[in-house]
């Protein structure tokens, strides 16, 4: 399942427990208006609290579920929006085009040291024979005094030296991400909480 397919199906079902939790919490409060009807007024809101509380609590259990299960998902939308914008950063882009370009610089190095084999081919006239002899010759340079393993290695360290930045780089640019996703989630949380418990206890002290 795709993390949008997920997210639509709790978003449904936290939108289905908050009306059946709507639907609980107006049930009680008709019952708890009926028990000023009564003679024994306080033992039937008791009574009527404690139903409530009952009621309640696996439909808030499940709200804290679905709750942490949307708080998640989004998180985890924020990581990977982040960390795919850090990814194409010029920084980023800038040390692996340095790597490409020595482990190319390698390659030349390395065919370098391979010897060129030359053929030829070529007719040969004898006086001792009626026919034409052919003649085939193979050079191969022995690379004696000359292998390039100088440039070679000098070229192999710079690659190494190229890798090892591109990946120091990576990782500065993965914690830059983790901080930037800490702050972000750090203003989420206090979002949350502002519209869980202070925004509905203003609306009550204003009503």
Known sequence: MSVHA??????FELNQVKAQRAAVEADFDARLRDCYQRLNVNDC???VQIERSQALQPIK???RQLTEQQRQIKADQRREK???RLMLSPVLERAQQEL??????VAVEQSKTVPDVTFSI?????????RDQVLVGVTVPLPVFN??????LEALKREDKARDELTATRLALHSDALQILERINARHDETELL?????????????
Request: hydrophobic residues 30%.
């Open 6 to 11: 997920q997210t639509l199906d709790i978003d």
């Open 45 to 47: 809101r008791a009574q």
């Open 61 to 63: 259990h499940r709200l």
């Open 82 to 84: 982040i960390q795919s």
């Open 100 to 105: 490409e370009r020595r482990k190319s610089l």
């Open 122 to 130: 070529g007719m040969k006239r004898r006086e001792d024979v009626t």
């Open 147 to 152: 292998r390039n393993q100088g440039n070679l």
């Open 195 to 207: 519209q869980k418990n202070l925004l509905p206890g203003a609306k009550w002290a204003y009503e």
